[in-house]
């Protein structure tokens, strides 16, 4: 009868567990700067956009075999013309700021608000890239 008990008690936890999704707050997701990001000859940053939710941590690593900065930005106008062309566009990088990676170095970041955040190598500023933050919210599974 013990041992009824015991199997009934471990099937329902795993069908209880099987009706929520799987995820775990505070996550560490690894990005990858690979060799070659800054010669242009591969992906800059991998993945890329990053989907991540509130509390997760970004660990970036720099596989390169040059210098890199991670460097989050916010995209802020200078100066509004009055001649109806585009206006002059600043980049603040105050969000994060990881300084010099060297060949192996890391960086993390946990991201406590949800949003759209994008960040750049501040040596090799043609490179951009994404993260999305979204609130984690359990589901039930439907079938």
Do not use: R
């Not at 916010?74 to 002059?88: N, Q, R």
């Not at 192996?104 to 090799?124: L, M, R, V």
Request: hydrophobic fraction near 40%; charged fraction near 15%.
């Amino acid at each position: 009868m013990k041992y009824y008990i015991f199997y009934f008690i471990i099937l329902l936890l795993i069908l209880s567990s099987s009706l929520f999704s799987s995820y775990a707050f505070g996550q560490n997701i690894i990005v990858t700067i690979p060799n070659g990001a800054a010669n242009n000859t591969t992906q800059h940053f991998i993945p890329n956009p990053v989907n991540i939710h509130v509390g997760d941590t970004i660990e970036w690593i720099n596989k390169d075999s040059t210098i890199h900065t991670v460097n989050g930005i916010e995209v802020m106008v200078i100066d509004k013309t009055s001649s109806g062309h585009m206006p002059d566009l600043g980049l603040k990088t105050s969000l994060f700021d990881s300084k010099i990676l060297y060949p192996g170095d890391t960086f993390s970041q946990t991201f406590d608000q949800e949003g759209s955040y994008n960040y750049i190598c501040i040596i090799h500023p043609y490179l951009i890239w994404t993260i999305n933050v979204e609130k984690f919210q359990q589901k039930l599974i439907s079938n």
